[in-house]
């Protein structure tokens, strides 16, 4: 079983709509949860970060992290196309010594249709 | 807004060569990494760094490659003599210290192009 796993899509929606992205992963050390969105070619930027379980909001975006099943989720509200990119889940441990490297998903390519 | 600056954008380097990929972080930061994006695939990580030295590296991470941090503001990732299946992206990470120290923010990339 991989370690983070997440459907590639591609996964397209008309603007305005609700986008669900997800990740599972096997890893039960894993404590800190993040969302990069990537553009083509580009780095990843990050969106949010969760640590443990729990809901986290911020404007349109809310994460969702549920350890007793090991699924993480990113919500998209009113959808727009700049919000048209792929997004990537990436997860860390608690990190003994100074060590917190991120395990990534391969990534969801989102289109948002105007 | 601050951000982890990557130079070059494009390296085309030929097989057998020595490469220099340089990293600006974060100026408060003081946790460092190196990752790379082979085309189609997962951001994978390589190698990390603090308080000058390597705190952990991946199986990926043999002796063609090295880090160092020559000064107070850049961090390097050297590859000694490159290979066909060295070509990626690389993207340079750091994360401050404290309760924020597992959140990685990515410079743009340094692309790698073996010949």
């Known amino acids: 079983q991989k370690e983070v796993e997440q459907d590639p899509g591609p996964l397209s929606v008309p603007e305005g709509a609700i986008v669900s992205l997800n990740c599972t992963y096997s890893?039960?050390?894993?404590?800190?949860f993040m969302w990069y969105r990537q553009y083509s070619r580009k780095g990843p930027e990050l969106l949010m970060y969760t640590y443990s379980s729990g809901n986290k909001e911020d404007g349109r975006f809310t994460a969702q992290v549920d350890k007793s099943s090991k699924y993480i989720s990113l919500f998209i509200r009113d959808s727009q196309p700049s919000d048209s990119a792929t997004y990537l889940c990436?997860?860390?441990?608690?990190?003994?010594?100074?060590?917190?490297?991120?395990?990534f998903g391969k990534g969801t390519l989102l289109t948002v249709n105007p | 807004e601050p951000e982890v600056t990557q130079t070059p954008s494009h390296q085309v380097t030929q097989m057998g060569q020595e490469v220099i990929l340089r990293c600006v972080p974060i100026s408060n930061h003081l946790y460092f990494y190196w990752y790379r994006q082979i085309l189609g695939q997962k951001v994978e990580f390589l190698v990390s760094f603090y308080n000058n030295e390597i705190s952990e590296k991946s199986e990926i991470f043999d002796d063609q490659f090295s880090v160092e941090r020559p000064d107070g503001s850049n961090f390097t990732l050297k590859i000694r003599s490159t290979k066909l299946e060295d070509s990626a992206m690389y993207f340079c990470?750091?994360?401050?210290?404290?309760?924020?120290?597992?959140?990685?923010?990515f410079g743009a990339g340094t692309r790698l192009s073996v010949l």
């Open positions: 990470a750091s994360s401050p210290t404290g309760s924020l120290k597992n959140i990685q923010y």
């Open positions: 890893n039960s050390a894993f404590q800190y």
């Open positions: 990436a997860m860390s441990a608690m990190g003994g010594g100074s060590n917190y490297k991120l395990t």
